[in-house]
C-alpha cells in the first residue's frame, strides 16, 4: 500500500518566466499563487485534500547553456509530466494548441483504458501529455 497520497510539487528550470507562464498559467489556466516578487512562480493544478499539487517554476540561472534543444530531447532528465483533464477541457485544450500552431501529438496510454491522450512541448522543450476521458 502507497504511503503516497499524490504529488506536492513539480518543479521545472526554466529558460524564460513569462513564456513557462504563458504556457502553463494562460493555456492551461493554473493559477499562480505566489507574490509577485518572488522569482520562482508557484501555479497550482488542483488541491485534493487542502494541500495544492504544484508546478513551480524557477529561473536557471544559465539558461543558454542548460536547455538542450527540441531535438536533443533525449538529453533531458525529465522524460514528461502529465495533466487529467475532463472531456470538454481535453477537446477545447486540444483545440486551442492546434490553433496556436503548437504541435499536437497522440498517443495511446500503455496502461490506462478508457482514456485519450496528447502531447505538446512547453516553451522550454518539456514534454506535458493531457489525459482524458475517451
Request: aromatic content about 8%; glycine content about 8%; cysteine-free.
Amino acid at each position: 500500500m502507497s504511503r503516497v497520497e499524490g504529488l506536492a510539487e513539480i518543479v521545472l528550470w526554466v529558460a524564460d518566466m513569462e513564456s513557462a507562464l504563458e504556457f502553463y498559467r494562460d493555456r492551461f489556466g493554473l493559477e499562480v499563487m505566489s507574490p509577485p516578487e518572488l522569482p520562482n512562480k508557484f501555479l497550482m493544478v488542483a488541491k485534493p485534500g487542502g494541500i495544492p499539487e504544484l508546478i513551480v517554476l524557477v529561473p536557471h540561472p544559465h539558461p543558454d547553456s542548460y536547455f538542450p534543444s527540441h531535438k536533443d530531447k533525449e538529453m533531458r532528465s525529465l522524460h514528461h509530466l502529465a495533466f487529467r483533464v475532463g472531456r470538454r477541457e481535453y477537446e477545447e485544450l486540444e483545440t486551442q494548441f492546434i490553433e496556436a500552431g503548437i504541435e499536437v501529438r497522440h498517443g495511446v496510454h500503455p496502461v490506462l483504458k478508457g482514456v485519450r491522450t496528447f502531447y505538446v512541448d512547453d516553451p522550454d522543450g518539456n514534454e506535458v501529455e493531457v489525459i482524458g476521458p475517451a
